[in-house]
């Protein structure tokens, strides 16, 4: 078993980390990123990582020097939200569980971008961290199909084939890693969304526009406000104008979109059904043009 320092941040990160638990590794150590504000209200909050480890009694910390004073056989990073120094990453071996096909979407969002692009698989790697960003050798990488699932679905799976991976590589300690082999081909780049990456311009095509309702937190103009919808499928209507409604239907330059969810301006999120019998009821179209999303 080895000795382990552990750098995560999000949820999608705490299965690994209980993973490596479970199978007698010594976490020495946990970085996360700071506390914040995670939803509603003032008051801060940890991280589901640093949460996680600290039910599980282990020592947390929020600054990577905390690092300089520990004896670890390596150090795994899932997700921990910040570029780690130079200097750090040539201190140890630094194992990264990056959730794309490398060198395939290197970056801040490599899932979301993969289903905007319309990638038919998505992937999951385990590489040894170097100074270049995403550019390390891989030990081992798994694929998993998209089909019509949304990111956050995606995530989980990912995360959960990542956690396997990572227990199978180490389950005989460090001195028995595979060999990593370097990446192969031409890089492309996964730059952070911006709410232009997620805004509906219905005269686009109702294929990519339901891509960007299955990232997340899509959004339109209805009424000078900002409407998000949540959850859609392709619709079987052809006879709407781009914007145009009929009942859940959104015509778009390309067939149609169903509605299933949407989040009107100041309000929870419910069915398209119960919004259509209220205040949705007179609404013909969404308005055009619409703001550039920056």
């Known amino acids: 078993m080895a000795r382990i320092a552990f750098l995560g941040t999000p949820l999608l990160a705490v299965r690994p980390l209980l993973g490596l638990l479970d199978d007698g590794h010594d976490i020495v150590i946990v970085i996360s990123r700071p506390d914040a504000k995670r939803g509603r209200g003032a008051a801060l909050s940890p991280s589901p990582v640093k949460q996680a480890a600290l039910e599980h009694g282990l020592r947390v910390s929020d ?15 899932v997700a921990y939200g910040a570029i ?32 905007l692009a319309g990638d038919e698989e998505v992937s999951v790697c385990v590489m040894r961290i170097v100074e270049e960003l995403d550019a390390g050798p891989v030990y081992c990488r798994a694929w998993i199909a998209v089909g019509d699932a949304s ?8 995360s959960e084939l990542g956690t396997r991976l990572l227990r199978e590589i180490l389950a005989s300690g460090v001195e028995s890693l595979p060999v990593a082999r370097e990446q192969e081909g031409d890089a492309t780049y ?15 095509s109702a294929s990519d526009l339901l891509r960007r309702v299955r990232v997340g937190r899509a959004w339109t103009m209805l009424g000078g406000e ?10 079987d209507r052809n006879d709407l104008a781009p914007g145009e409604i009929d009942g859940a239907h959104v015509g778009t330059s390309e067939g149609s979109l169903l509605l299933l969810e949407v989040k009107p301006a100041g309000r929870r999120a419910m069915s ?16 055009r043009p619409m703001p550039d999303g920056s």
């Open 63 to 77: 600054e990577v020097s905390a690092l300089d004073d520990v004896d670890v056989d390596l150090a795994v990073v």
């Open 190 to 204: 996964a730059k952070k969304l911006t709410p232009r990456d997620v805004m509906l311009d219905f005269d686009a």
């Open 151 to 158: 990111v956050e679905t995606l995530w989980d799976q990912l």
């Open 226 to 235: 900002r409407f998000v919808i949540l959850r859609a499928e392709l619709g």
């Open 84 to 115: 780690l120094p130079g200097s750090l990453v040539d201190s140890m071996v630094m194992l990264n569980l990056h959730f794309s096909d490398l060198p395939r979407w290197r970056g801040a969002a490599p899932v979301e971008r993969a289903v």
């Open 272 to 287: 398209a059904e119960d919004w259509k019998r209220g205040s949705g009821a007179a609404v013909r179209a969404f308005d």
